[in-house]
């Protein structure tokens, strides 16, 4: 039985992808000032957009674009570059510039940007070495956290909808090549075999789900493997519940996806949906509704998370209804992360005090039930560092702040002390308090790094270099 999709009509929905060559197609665009779509054009020339139509049709209000959060989550703006690099492309696109002065001109300016924040791309990758091999890095794979693996399959690397905060921006505009994600999953199955420490596997993307079943299907049923029992947990991070439903309902293999589900249910396993909601609003429709009851059905998990960004969701009452409408659907609500230090950060970026206040708002105004939330976390190098709050301690104020998750995890529920300021936006722009000179666990970042170091040398040479010789 499949739930309906569309109260306006009984065709089911089909998926289409508007870009910026069909902005002149998104008619309730039109009501904007034709010097806004212009901005939205130029923008979208240096940072990813593309855009759905249930987004279009049904989450945004046009009746209050640009200021609407929905329309924030997903049009870019001109704020969102620098006025002088705004006024740059601006230029080149209204001058008809041949398309290679363009592209260039929007590389410059999105290498600007931070596309790799500190560690992501290199200390999380492991290698061969750590599998007793050759020292050569594991496509698709990522492994900073014991007990969880993450994995990228090659196509699931696009999403049905772009977020403009998204951290990994550098992907959808070609920034990072494609090489990066698995095209199937022997590899992962073999670095598993050897990691009887990890029990949940995170498939990942971009959003897994862009991916039709069948080829979704030849990715996880390889991980039901009978010498993997330790692999207790799948998990599916995508926003797939949020921008397009019609996955779980009506798309043409939405019956399949869903029976592949029960099939990991069934193989004994916890599937838990790491699913990405912004805003209550992308709760609120009824496609979003039933297909949240269907996937719930199938004996998934569904866990709820999203950063906390200006413009789009940075107001307590905003969460709190947002964690109240989860519970009430059968989701857990699960992390509020702090937007990361990519991209246009600067455009919606919220102060960690600030951040806080508002989760702190939230929290307190929602039954217990809802309270397995955890945030405002900051997915920074070391680990997930959470701020617990902000005090006084003798004399000083500070940043109480906690690890959540830890390359270590014996750093993993320790308070450590931040000196408080009011400004700060992220972990690398905190001192330690008390006049100490270093967090507790710099040491252990410079061990880790020396021995990622060592480990890319294994490939390189065979010189006998230890990490001891590298971290001095
Ligand atoms: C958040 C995260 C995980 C999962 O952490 P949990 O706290 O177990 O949900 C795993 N790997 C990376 C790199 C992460 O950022
Ligand atoms: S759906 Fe996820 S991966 Fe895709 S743009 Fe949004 S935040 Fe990024």
């Avoid at 929905?13 to 665009?29: G, N, S, T, V, Y």
């Amino acid at each position: 039985m499949i739930a309906r999709t569309h109260s306006t009509s009984s065709a089911p929905a089909r998926f289409k992808l508007l870009r910026r060559e069909h902005l002149d197609q998104i008619e309730p665009l039109k009501r904007l000032p034709r010097s806004e779509i212009d901005a939205i054009r130029t923008v979208a020339h240096v940072l990813p957009f593309a855009v759905n139509s249930y987004v279009v049709d049904e989450l945004i209000d046009w009746s209050r674009a640009p200021r609407d959060p929905i329309f924030q989550l997903t049009f870019p703006q001109r704020e969102m570059l620098a006025p002088d690099d705004f006024e740059r492309m601006f230029a080149l696109v209204r001058d008809n510039a041949p398309e290679a002065q363009i592209r260039s001109a929007a590389r410059e300016i999105q290498l600007s940007m931070n596309p790799h924040p500190a560690g992501q791309a290199t200390l999380n990758v492991p290698t061969q070495a750590a599998a007793g091999g050759d020292g050569s890095t594991l496509v698709g794979i990522q492994h900073k956290y014991r007990e969880t693996v993450l994995f990228f399959p090659s196509r699931g690397q696009t999403c049905l909808s772009y977020c403009t905060y998204c951290f990994r921006w550098p992907q959808f505009v070609g920034l990072d090549d494609m090489k990066f994600a698995a095209r199937e999953s022997a590899g992962l199955v073999e670095y598993l075999r050897a990691h009887k420490e990890v029990s949940n596997v995170l498939i990942t993307g971009g959003d897994p789900l862009v991916m039709r079943t069948a080829l979704l299907r030849r990715y996880l049923e390889p991980l039901l493997a009978a010498d993997l029992e330790h692999v207790s947990t799948i998990r599916i991070g995508t926003k797939a519940l949020a921008f397009w439903p019609q996955r779980f309902l009506t798309d043409p293999d939405a019956d399949e996806l869903l029976a592949l589900f029960e099939q990991i249910v069934a193989s004994g396993r916890h599937l838990a949906f790491m699913a990405h909601f912004s805003h209550p609003r992308e709760l609120e429709t009824d496609v979003a509704q039933a297909a949240l009851a269907r996937v719930i059905a199938t004996g998934a998990v569904v866990r709820t998370q999203a950063p906390l960004i200006r413009r789009v969701n940075d107001d307590a009452r905003i969460w709190q209804r947002m964690w109240s409408e989860q519970v009430r659907l059968g989701a857990v609500p699960y992390y509020t992360f702090v937007e990361r230090d990519t991209g246009p950060r600067g455009y919606f970026e919220v102060p960690l005090e600030r951040a806080w206040r508002i989760f702190r708002e939230a929290y307190s105004g929602v039954s217990g039930l809802a309270r397995s939330v955890r945030g405002p976390s900051m997915s920074a190098t070391p680990g997930k560092v959470v701020i617990d709050g902000v005090s006084v301690i003798g004399s000083e104020q500070v940043f109480v702040l906690r690890f959540l998750q830890a390359r270590r995890s014996e750093w993993v529920g320790r308070p450590f002390f931040a000196r408080f300021d009011p400004r700060a936006t992220w972990l690398d722009q905190l001192r330690p308090a008390f006049g100490r000179e270093e967090f507790f666990f710099a040491e252990g970042m410079r061990e880790i790094e020396a021995e990622h170091r060592w480990r890319a040398n294994l490939k390189a040479s065979s010189s006998p270099l230890t990490p001891q010789s590298l971290a001095s």
